[in-house]
């Protein structure tokens, strides 16, 4: 696997987009493994039956946390080394069910420079194969300028 060129500040437009990640069609045991992992015992993850007679859900349930994880990763997989990670938000709008194909995506919002470092707004979210949006939210990226110095990590909070 080729190592990704460093995300350079100044290339950067508005409407630019990230490099998505594709991750599916989620199994049964991908669902439970991940349940296992952080120990979240929540049958909607695991035990069809139990979720859709019982709960009356459409299917086994994505954790959400799993869906957590993901955006992180597409964001620091595009901004690391050079870059970091500020700030996450997003929200849980709609279900993710086992046999979904999810896509992370990213999106360039906004460009500002603040303290001598490159500041990245961006919309990301969690679409499935279907196109549906289940997880919009944003991030903030701290990249440094050319020719400036390295982002301090953590970097300063109120910054």
């Known amino acids: 696997m080729a190592i990704p060129a460093p995300v350079v500040f100044e290339k950067l437009t508005v ?3 990230i490099p ?7 199994r049964e045991a991908h669902l439970m493994r991940w349940s296992a992992s952080i120990e979240n015992w929540h049958r909607i993850h695991y035990d069809q039956r139990f979720t859709v007679e019982h709960e009356g859900l459409p299917d086994l349930l994505v954790n959400g946390s799993w869906k957590q994880h993901f955006l992180v990763q597409v964001v620091r997989q595009w901004a690391e080394p050079e870059g970091w990670l500020r700030s996450i938000s997003f929200q849980f709008r709609a279900m993710d069910v ?8 990213g ?53």
Request: charged share 20%; glycine share 16%; no cysteine.
């Open 98 to 105: 086992v046999g979904s194909t999810l896509h992370a995506w």
């Open 20 to 26: 998505e990640l594709v991750r599916g069609p989620l």
């Open 15 to 17: 409407g630019d987009e």
């Open 107 to 159: 999106r360039v919002a906004e460009l500002t420079e603040e303290n001598g470092y490159g500041v990245v707004r961006l919309e990301i979210g969690i679409r499935n194969q279907d196109g549906r949006q289940s997880t919009p939210g944003t991030a903030t990226v701290v990249l440094p300028l050319q020719g400036g110095p390295a982002v301090p990590y953590p970097y300063p909070a109120g910054s």
